[in-house]
C-alpha cells in the first residue's frame, strides 16, 4: 500500500479525477463546465503538439 | 489587492490542524473559511490567472495546468489525512469570502447530504491494459512464402489479434464485477489515451472504486490477488484517493 501511495500520480489520472470529476459548482469566475470540458478534448491534441515541438533526447545521438 | 478565492474542497470542521508547508494553488496556502458549520478550503489567487479570460487560456498551458493540478491535488491529500472532503472540480473561483459563503449557503442541503455518503470512504483507481500485440504476433513476422501463405498468416494475426481483445474484455467484466462486490459504489472513466499516459499497452477498463477506510486493505489484496491471476494483462492500482469520482450527486 505504501509503494503505491508513494509512486507520483501520473497526470492523466489526476485530470481524470480534477477535471471530470469533483463537485462542479457555479462560481462566479468558475468556467462553464463546456469550457473544462474543451480541456479534457484539447488535451490530447495539446500533448501530441508538445511531442513534436520538444525533439527526441535521443534524437543527437542517432 | 486581495485577489480572487480559489475553492478546492468543502468538509465538516475538523480538530487536526493542517500539515504547515502546505503550499497551495499560486503558493498561497490553503485557508479555512467557515460558514453554517461547512468548511471551504480556500487560496487567494491573482486575478491575472485566474479571473475568467486568464483562466481559460491558462488551462490551454499544459505547464500551468500540471502545476495547478498538482497543487490542488496535495490540498485534498493533506486534507483526507484529517477528514473525508468533497473535492469541488479543479479551477473553481470566486470574486471574495462572501462569493465563498453564499455559494455555501446556497448549497448547504447537497454538501451535507453528500459528505455524509462520503464519510469515511476513499476512491481506488483499477486499470486493465492489454498488450497492443497478441502474444503470437511473432508468426506474422515469419517470411510467407506465397500470396496464399501471406493471406494465411495475416488471417491468424487478425484473429488473434481479435481474441485478445476479446479476452481482455472479458477479464474486465469479471474484474470490475468482483471489485464492484467490495465496493460501495463504482465509475467507470473513459479508458485512457497511451499517448497521455504514456503506458504500455491498450487501456481497456479505467474504473474509480468507493470503499470505505475500514476495507481497503481487503481491496487492496482483492487487487493483488487479481494481479496474480494473469500474465497477459496489467492491473494498476492508484489510491487511495479522496472521493472525486465520487463527489457530484448520484446520477
Known amino acids: 500500500m505504501t509503494v503505491v501511495e508513494r509512486r507520483e500520480i501520473a497526470l492523466v489520472d489526476l485530470l481524470d479525477r480534477l477535471l471530470a470529476g469533483g463537485v462542479v459548482i457555479t462560481g462566479d469566475i468558475t468556467l462553464r463546465i463546456a469550457d473544462v470540458d474543451l480541456v479534457r478534448i484539447d488535451l490530447n491534441a495539446l500533448i501530441s503538439s508538445v511531442n513534436e515541438q520538444v525533439p527526441s533526447p535521443w534524437g543527437e545521438l542517432t | 489587492m486581495t485577489g480572487l478565492r480559489y475553492v478546492y474542497a468543502v468538509c465538516r470542521p475538523f480538530g487536526t490542524p493542517l500539515q504547515a508547508e502546505l503550499t497551495g494553488v499560486a503558493g498561497d496556502p490553503p485557508r479555512l473559511l467557515t460558514h453554517h458549520g461547512l468548511v471551504a478550503v480556500v487560496s487567494h489567487v491573482p486575478e491575472r490567472d485566474f479571473a475568467e479570460e486568464p483562466l481559460r487560456s491558462r488551462l490551454e498551458d499544459l ?41 455555501l449557503q446556497a448549497r448547504e442541503a447537497d454538501f451535507r447530504r453528500t459528505l455524509d455518503r462520503l464519510e469515511g470512504r476513499v476512491e481506488w483507481g483499477v486499470k486493465l491494459y492489454a498488450d497492443e500485440r497478441p502474444a503470437d504476433a511473432g508468426t506474422a513476422a515469419d517470411k510467407p512464402a506465397s500470396g496464399r501463405d501471406y493471406l494465411r498468416q495475416r488471417r491468424t494475426s487478425v484473429r488473434a489479434r481479435e481474441d485478445q481483445w476479446q479476452r481482455a474484455e472479458e477479464f474486465a467484466t469479471r474484474l470490475h464485477e468482483t471489485l464492484s462486490a467490495v465496493a460501495e459504489d463504482a465509475r467507470l472513466h473513459p479508458p485512457q489515451n497511451a499517448t497521455l499516459s504514456g503506458a504500455a499497452g491498450r487501456n481497456v477498463l479505467n474504473a474509480a472504486y468507493l470503499v470505505p477506510r475500514s476495507r481497503s486493505e481487503e481491496f487492496v489484496e482483492l487487487v493483488d490477488r487479481t494481479k496474480d491471476e494473469t500474465t497477459d494483462f496489467r492491473v494498476e492500482l492508484t489510491g487511495p484517493w479522496a472521493a472525486y469520482s465520487f463527489a457530484g450527486e448520484k446520477p
Do not use: C, E, K, N
Open chain 2, 63 to 103: 505547464d500551468w495546468l500540471t502545476a495547478t493540478a498538482r497543487a490542488h491535488q496535495g490540498v485534498i491529500d493533506a486534507l483526507t489525512v484529517v477528514t473525508t472532503p468533497l473535492p469541488l472540480r479543479l479551477a473553481t473561483v470566486f470574486r471574495d469570502d462572501s462569493g465563498v459563503r453564499t455559494m
